[in-house]
């Protein structure tokens, strides 16, 4: 009875909310519901995600209305302006910045995944003496942090006669990427069968051409994974690209945000937060087509 | 599987072996190829300068300049350095309340999103959008968030709520700006334990807590009974990469205050930058890395732990 009572009284989303739940829960169930998973939930989704409504706004505001909340208030944006981008975009060194960004993302990453899915091939498929001691080995290098590394990196990076090349990023950038994505990628040749290959080498296969037609084209998504996050991982690092570059136009976004835009004590906050949410858009929209690879290497790397 | 077996059948038409088909059926030479690049890379890169790192700590090498071998000269001159021992009470006081802080929070949304909910997949990923974006980037915004004038915290708390009447002066005094720099990084660090823990949770059959239900026991017990140990595994792994990983932070500190005010809020990896590349001098540079080191092994040997205890529980084999 109670039931039939909710539904008229309350056709809203709640009611619906619930439909796949087995039973139908009374009235009072679903205020403590709103209670106790709705609210916080609403908190937990404004609080993380307000730092970037924040940055989009600022980053559209003119600069009359960003420093006067008296007069607007600061939670909108009453007369949006493209300036700071353009300024930005037109007078900066920012597209600049990207490329370089993008480049040193892009072959690092490269360099990472070719690298790990031989190694996790060999560790987890070829199963010579030794292979748990090296992937041991591996998960232990992930676990070395670059800021302990940054400074006898510095210096030997001085000595090949890199510094101030992106190409020592290139060099520098798979100390992380490699055994996070050896680690990813050893997971996954775990949940191919190994049956498939032992069929193919009775079959009369090489190994060759088992590693071409059997085991990498299933490995496919455990690649995209491995390979969408060494780039995001690449994209977002500082710390070497903060020491080992110096000029202006060699920079990456990060670091050419945080040393080129702030200059003296007066803070541009409008380009600051443009160069910001541009810097963020690119991950972001890699982020949203692949949403589920980053979940699961995510919570396959803990797992594995 | 039978389809498939079938058309390997069909794809692999044996050919006269050429030299490089043989040589990639030797077992040692495929090895050696394939470990060939990641062991180089990492040897190179990794191995090599932590050595060189542990080198450098007891020199006293400048930028540009090799240096000469000074014993334990820069650790001795950093014990009585009283910003190096700020530099160590703010990391272990960064590392313990922001991962307390991150894991309660993280393991409530995790709780959260693991019930019936409208839109549960978008807004799991949403939710993971601070651990996506930049860290540098997310943390500029919170620098503007904390500004001292237009701070909209302060905004907030003063014209709309009128719980305060002055602005906060978040980075300006040394209590302030920890706190500040503790909640940037709680904020970041939330959604990987989140998500991370929903993987975890989703694992954990349903039946059992029907069953604990037909026994009477009540939600604490549940909670504290089913979820917590069955967590465990997931959560030692997530919590000792989490501490690690918080214990050698630097973008956030270094973009939100650098280390100010007065040197009050450097941590450990932020103050190395600060002596070894403005600074130049390397070998004391790479004496506080050296000094982060025992702090990561304790860390390290705690996630072994976790890891062994993980396949003990599931009674899986160590492969």
Same mark, same amino acid.
């Given at each position: 009875m109670t039931?039939?009572?909710? +539904?008229?009284?309350?056709p809203?989303?709640?009611?619906?909310?619930?439909q796949?739940?087995?039973?139908?829960p009374?009235?009072?169930?679903?205020?403590?519901?709103?209670?106790?998973?709705?609210i916080?939930?609403?908190?937990?989704?404004i609080?993380?995600?307000f730092?970037?409504y924040?940055m989009?706004?600022?980053?559209?505001?003119?600069d009359?209305?960003?420093? +006067?909340?008296?007069?607007?208030?600061p939670?909108?944006?009453?007369?949006?302006?493209?300036?700071?981008i353009?300024?930005l975009?037109?007078?900066?060194n920012?597209?600049r910045w990207l490329?370089?960004?993008m480049?040193?993302?892009?072959?690092?990453?490269?360099?990472s995944?070719?690298a790990?899915?031989l190694?996790a091939?060999a560790?987890e498929?070829?199963r010579?003496?030794?292979?748990?001691?090296?992937?041991?080995?591996?998960?232990?290098?992930?676990?070395?942090?670059?800021?302990?590394?940054?400074i006898?990196l510095?210096?030997?990076?001085?000595q090949f006669?890199?510094?101030n090349?992106p190409?020592s990023l290139?060099?520098t950038y798979?100390?992380?990427?490699?055994?996070?994505?050896?680690?990813?990628?050893?997971?996954?040749?775990?949940?191919?069968p190994y049956?498939?290959?032992?069929?193919?080498?009775? +079959?009369?296969?090489?190994?060759?051409?088992?590693l071409?037609r059997?085991?990498?084209?299933l490995?496919?998504?455990?690649l995209?994974?491995?390979?969408?996050?060494a780039f995001t991982?690449?994209?977002?690092?500082?710390i070497y690209a903060?020491?080992?570059?110096?000029?202006?136009?060699?920079k990456?976004?990060?670091?050419?945000i945080?040393?080129e835009?702030?200059?003296?004590d007066?803070?541009?906050?409008?380009?600051?937060?443009?160069?910001?949410?541009?810097?963020s858009?690119?991950v972001a929209?890699?982020?949203s087509?692949f949403?589920?690879?980053?979940?699961?290497?995510?919570?396959?790397?803990?797992k594995e | 599987?039978?389809v498939t077996?079938?058309?390997?059948?069909?794809l692999?038409i044996?050919r006269?072996?050429g030299?490089?088909?043989r040589?990639f059926?030797?077992?040692?030479?495929?090895?050696?190829?394939?470990?060939?690049?990641?062991?180089g890379?990492?040897l190179?890169?990794?191995?090599?300068? #932590?050595?060189?790192?542990l080198?450098?700590?007891?020199?006293?090498?400048?930028?540009?300049?090799?240096?000469?071998?000074?014993? #334990?000269q820069?650790f001795?001159s #950093?014990?009585?350095?009283?910003?190096?021992?700020?530099s160590?009470?703010?990391?272990i006081m960064?590392?313990?309340? *922001?991962t307390?802080?991150?894991?309660?929070?993280?393991l409530?949304?995790?709780m959260?999103?693991n019930n019936?909910?409208?839109?549960?997949?978008? %807004?799991?990923a949403i939710v993971?959008?601070p651990w996506?974006?930049?860290?540098?980037?997310?943390?500029?915004a919170?620098w503007?968030?904390y500004?001292p004038?237009?701070?909209i915290?302060?905004y907030l708390?003063?014209?709309?709520?009128?719980?305060?009447?002055?602005?906060?002066?978040?980075?300006?005094?040394?209590w302030? *700006?920890?706190?500040?720099l503790v909640?940037?990084? %709680?904020w970041?660090?939330i959604p990987?334990v989140?998500i991370?823990l929903l993987?975890?949770l989703?694992t954990?059959?349903?039946t059992?807590?029907?069953?604990a239900?037909?026994?009477?026991a009540?939600?604490?017990?549940?909670?504290?009974?089913i979820?917590?140990?069955?967590l465990?595994?997931?959560l030692s792994?997530?919590l000792?990469?989490?501490?690690?990983?918080?214990?050698s932070?630097?973008?956030l500190v270094?973009? %939100?205050t650098?280390?100010g005010p007065?040197?009050?809020?450097?941590l450990?990896?932020?103050l190395?930058f600060?002596r070894?590349?403005?600074?130049?001098?390397?070998?004391e540079g790479?004496?506080?890395?050296?000094?982060?080191?025992p702090?990561?092994?304790?860390?390290t040997?705690?996630c072994?732990y976790?890891?062994?205890?993980?396949?003990w529980?599931?009674?899986?084999g160590?492969d």
């Open positions: 039931d039939t009572i909710t +539904d008229a009284a309350e809203g989303p709640l009611a619906r909310a619930v796949d739940e087995p039973e139908r009374s009235w009072d169930s679903q205020a403590k519901r709103v209670v106790t998973l709705y916080p939930l609403a908190l937990f989704v609080v993380l995600l730092p970037f924040w989009t706004i600022t980053a559209l505001k003119p009359y209305e960003m420093y +006067d909340y008296a007069k607007f208030s939670f909108w944006v009453h007369s949006p302006t493209l300036a700071n353009d300024k975009l037109f007078h900066t920012y597209p490329l370089v960004t480049s040193v993302a892009v072959a690092s990453t490269f360099l995944v070719a790990s899915v190694a091939y560790i498929r070829l010579f003496k030794g292979a748990q001691h090296v992937g041991l080995a591996i998960y232990l290098a992930y676990l070395v942090p670059p800021t302990i590394l940054f006898p510095a210096t030997m990076i001085f006669g890199l510094f090349n190409i290139v060099l798979p100390t992380f990427l490699v055994p996070f994505c050896t680690w990813l990628l050893i997971g996954y040749f775990k949940s191919i049956e498939l290959e032992e069929c193919a080498l009775i +079959d009369g296969a090489s190994r060759l051409q088992i071409k059997i085991t990498l084209p490995a496919v998504p455990g995209i994974s491995a390979g969408i996050f991982l690449s994209w977002n690092e500082f903060l020491a080992f570059i110096q000029s202006t136009d060699r990456t976004v990060p670091v050419a945080l040393t835009l702030v200059t003296g007066v803070y541009q906050w409008g380009s600051l937060m443009a160069g910001s949410l541009l810097g858009v690119p929209l890699i982020y087509f949403v589920e690879y980053y979940v699961s290497s995510l919570t396959g790397a803990v | 599987m039978d077996a079938n058309a390997a059948e069909r692999f044996r006269p072996d030299w490089l088909t040589m059926d030797n077992k040692a030479f495929l090895v050696t190829l394939c470990m060939l690049p990641t062991a890379l990492l190179i890169f990794l191995t090599y300068p #932590l050595g060189l790192g080198w450098l700590s007891m020199t006293d090498a400048t930028i540009g300049q090799p240096g000469h071998f000074i014993g #334990l820069n001795v #950093l014990s009585q350095d009283p910003i190096f021992w700020m160590v009470t703010n990391t960064y590392t313990v309340v *922001a307390i802080g991150k894991f309660l929070l993280g409530w949304l995790a959260l999103l019936y909910i409208p839109f549960r997949a978008f %807004i799991r993971l959008l996506i974006v930049p860290t540098v980037l997310s943390a500029i919170w503007w968030i500004d004038q237009f701070s915290i302060s708390l003063v014209n709309v709520l009128h719980l305060r009447s002055t602005y906060i002066d978040f980075l300006g005094a040394p302030n *700006a920890r706190g500040s909640v940037a990084n %709680i970041r660090g990987f989140a991370t993987a975890g989703q954990i059959s349903p059992l807590y029907e069953a239900l037909l026994d009477g009540n939600g604490w017990q549940r909670f504290r009974r979820t917590v140990p069955l465990m595994p997931i792994v997530a000792t990469l989490s501490v690690l990983f918080t214990f932070d630097f973008q270094y973009a %939100i650098r280390g007065f040197n009050t809020t450097h450990m990896a932020t190395a600060q070894a590349i403005p600074g130049s001098q390397l070998g790479a004496a506080i890395a050296v000094a982060m080191i702090f990561l092994i304790v860390a040997l705690l072994f976790g890891v062994g205890r993980r396949k529980q599931q009674g899986a160590n």
